[in-house]
């Protein structure tokens, strides 16, 4: 019988760990309980038993891969008489370990839909829905996602045949057509499932239906060929807070054409002293002083009151190696130019070393998304929880616009962006989220940033 | 749960002990344990760790006979040494919580250190104890055979500038401080460790 080895529940708010190192190899004969592998999560690092004596048949997540809990690590074959004559599998303490949580084994399922089964003989917690169908990482099933990749067109070199990381990078760099669909304001909620959690939006919430469905029910007809990835933990909250947030707040989209030639020169003229700037800080900056001037864009709403912070605190979306993080520059009214800017790269390259603290992800009162040079002319950012506004930077494109001087209107080029406001009409009216953005303007393109 | 002071023991003695005691745990000749004691100055490198974190040439600490070893714990970089209380508790994990394992023993530590006029706390995703910005208890757990290994490193009076050759846990930035730097008066290893056997025995219940 093949036996599979999962991830096992490590701990209530364990979702995923991180495979280290395997102890043993493909082919080779175990004992029961026998350490098979290695995984690390959080500080602790853990050897994980072999379910049962047997075989080693497919070992199908390779070191540093970061699996959630319940996927399939490893297959054991216990028949070992249809193969090579079994070991003694004697270890010196397997007779008394009959007390060992056996919560690691469960016998192999069909790949795609089977009916829950019920265990042979471990008293196995029953597996989450999805289980043992994971035959990708979060990671892959992440970036298929994002991407929308089809995984069955992409040649995998991993184990198995399976398409890896490094299978999905090749594959998005060799082919430049990858459209870009990620969500802007997904970048959000990623890793902020407190704002999620938020107590404040609770009144609201308990008037809505919170836990409304936010997967598909009914089961589609499926063409062979078809990829069936399961949601990973973080796509979870990313959809239920999403759901949540269009629920919640009517949105309003109001854009602005703003002329950034002055910023262009403040740029300039920042490059030639050796700082180099990018358009982000800028419009930071100014959010920040008309946040000022518009409090009630810098508010949250808490049950029937809306709250008017008194800090300003921009959450600002920063797309990393490791995924996107939205850290929050605190009293960025406070801040200038320059210390926006390096504040912003120094979260840039923490980030990559994955130093940044949970603490710097959240407490935001404002948010500022910026999608980067394919972020196409404008998009509709969705607002996030409990904040009641947003900011979206589109594409910077030089256009031929009038301008009008001394009386005469001529054509000239100017670099021009489209900036979306997203705001909650629950409590923002009209009349101050246009000025709110309207002033955003104004400062960005008075180029005066003292 | 059973506590063993074992007093000033070595690096690999203490680990060796360690396995045994984790052997016994597993099969169930002994209860849950808590290994206390103190370790000569030593550099340890946990299984996630960076040796660039070590600020150093290694071959300058073993000209100062001062080992530096790489163990099967979570975690990075870390010092041991005179004036700190190093805790291993082994125990069964009938069902295992590692994340509840490692705040209980963060709730021991602050416990602990409270008696000698300490507030401390945690810091969400970076785990160990801090008063204010600084660490003073670093945690690193090893789980085997469903046992736990390894454990916690309380500074009491440890000397700090052993610190300030590595980064700590591969933090940089981060400073380490002691319940003397934060209390301002010199407590006994001996008071310490009581204190700490208490709160262990108390927080590190029901795993098992």
Known sequence: MLIDVVMPQLGESVVEGVVVKWLVEVGELIAKDQPLLEISTDKVDAEIPSPSAGRVAQILVKPGETVPIQAVLARIETDTAASPPPPEPAPKWDEETEGFPGHMARTSEPPIPAPPRVEPSVPAPPPPPEAGRIRITPVVGRMAAEHGLDLSKIPGTGIDGRVTRKDVEGYLASSAKAPEVKPVAAKAPEVKPVAAKAPEVKPVAEKAPEAKPVAAKAPEARADGDQVVPWTPIRKKIAEHMVRSKQTSPHVHIFAEVDMHRVAGVRAKAKLEGVSLTYLPFVIHAAAKALRETPIMNATVSGESTVLKKDIHIAVAVDTEKGLLVPVLRHADRMSLREISSAMDDFGARAKSGKISPDELSGGTFSVTNPGIKGNLFGTPIINQPQVGILRLGQIVKRSVVVEADGEDSIVIRPMMYLCCAYDHRVIDGVAGNGFLYRVREILEAGDFS | ?208
């Open chain 2, 1 to 208: 749960m059973e506590i063993v002071w074992l007093g000033e023991i070595a690096y690999r003695e203490a680990l060796e002990l360690q396995l045994s005691c984790l052997d016994r745990r597993a099969t169930r000749r002994i209860p849950d344990t808590l290994l206390l004691l103190t370790h000569p100055h030593v550099y340890t490198l946990g299984r996630a760790g960076d040796e660039a974190n070590l600020l150093v040439p290694k071959e300058s600490l073993a000209a100062e006979g001062i080992p530096v070893e790489r163990v099967g714990r979570g975690g990075d970089i870390t010092y041991h040494g005179p004036g700190q209380l190093v805790g291993y508790p082994i125990v069964l994990m009938e069902k295992p919580d590692i994340h509840k394992f490692v705040r209980s023993i963060e709730a021991a530590l602050i416990d602990a250190v409270r008696a000698f006029g300490v507030e401390s706390r945690r810091i969400e995703g970076l785990t160990g104890v801090w008063a204010g910005e600084r660490k003073i208890a670093s945690i690193g757990v090893g789980i085997r055979k469903w046992v736990t290994y390894h454990g916690f490193a309380l500074n009491v009076t440890t000397d700090l500038s052993r610190f300030r050759r590595i980064h700590l846990c591969g933090l940089k930035g981060r400073e380490a401080t002691s319940i003397a730097e934060e209390a301002g008066k010199v407590p006994t290893m001996e008071a310490v460790r009581d204190a700490v056997a208490a709160a262990c025995n108390r927080h590190l219940e029901g795993f098992a």
